[in-house]
C-alpha cells in the first residue's frame, strides 16, 4: 500500500537551532516527491520538488534531500518566520494523477 | 489576480443547502485538483482533471460533485452535505501534460462548515 508518513507530528526549536525533518515513503515506483509549506488558513505553498535519490534542493535556510525511501528538510538557524505546518508528498510512477500528502510536520521557532 | 483563487472562502451551510465551490487558476495549466483537508489528517484527494476531463475520482460521495468548463475553472457542487464534511477544500493545478512538470500549486482554500 502506498503510504507517506512525517515525523515528528510537532517540533518546536529556538531561533537558530538547527534540525530536520523526516518524510518516509512506501510506494510503488517514485516519480517525484514534493516539500510544502503551510501556513494557518493557507493553501499549501510549494517549496521543492525531488525526482531521484541522491538529489538535493535548497533555497535559504531551507534544504531537501532524497534516499530510496525517505526525504529530509532540514533547517538550518531557523527563524520564527520559519514556523508553519511542513508537508510531504509523493507522486508514483505508475499514476501520475496520485499524489499522497503526509499528516505534515508543525514547526514552531521561538526567538 | 495571479496564482489559483478560491471563492468563496468561508462558507457556512444547512445539511439540507446547495452551493458551489469555484477555483480559477491564471498559470495556464492543463490540470486542476479538488483536495479535503481536514484536522489532523493528511491531504484527501478527491478529482482530478486534465485538459477538461475527469480523470480520477476517488471514491466521493456523490454530494460533491466537480465540474470543469475549461481549463481555467473548476467548481465543486455541494448538496445534502453531512456534518463530517466540515474542512478546509483546497483547489490546486499543475502544467499537466506528457513531459511536463507535476508541481502542484494551491489556492488559499474554502473552510466550510456544515450545520
Known amino acids: 500500500e502506498d503510504q507517506v508518513t512525517q515525523s515528528p507530528e510537532a517540533l518546536r526549536l529556538q531561533e537558530g537551532e538547527s534540525s530536520s525533518l523526516n518524510c518516509s515513503y512506501t510506494v510503488s515506483g517514485l516519480r517525484g516527491l514534493f516539500w510544502y509549506r503551510q501556513d494557518p488558513g493557507k493553501g499549501p505553498e510549494f517549496l521543492f520538488t525531488?525526482?531521484?535519490a541522491g538529489e538535493e534542493k535548497e533555497k535559504e535556510r531551507l534544504k531537501a534531500t532524497l534516499t530510496k525511501k525517505e526525504s529530509f528538510l532540514h533547517i538550518t538557524a531557523p527563524k520564527p518566520e520559519d514556523s508553519a505546518t511542513y508537508l510531504c508528498a509523493v507522486q508514483t510512477r505508475y499514476n501520475f494523477n496520485k499524489f499522497y500528502f503526509g499528516s505534515g510536520t508543525k514547526l514552531n521557532v521561538k526567538p | 489576480e495571479t496564482g489559483v483563487t478560491q471563492t468563496p472562502r468561508h462558507l457556512v451551510m444547512g445539511m439540507t443547502n446547495k452551493k458551489s465551490l469555484k477555483c480559477e487558476q491564471h498559470l495556464g495549466h492543463n490540470a486542476m485538483y479538488w483536495y479535503k483537508q481536514s484536522a489532523k489528517k493528511p491531504l484527501e484527494l478527491m478529482f482530478v482533471?486534465?485538459?477538461?476531463?475527469?480523470?480520477e475520482n476517488n471514491s466521493v460521495p456523490s454530494r460533491f460533485s466537480p465540474e470543469c468548463p475549461n481549463s481555467s475553472h473548476l467548481f465543486l457542487h455541494l448538496h445534502t452535505l453531512q456534518p463530517e464534511d466540515s474542512a478546509l477544500y483546497l483547489c490546486a493545478s499543475s502544467q499537466g501534460g506528457p513531459g511536463s512538470t507535476d508541481t502542484q500549486y494551491f489556492g488559499p482554500g474554502t473552510r466550510l462548515t456544515v450545520l
Open positions: 525531488l525526482y531521484s
Open positions: 482533471y486534465s485538459l477538461e476531463e475527469r480523470v
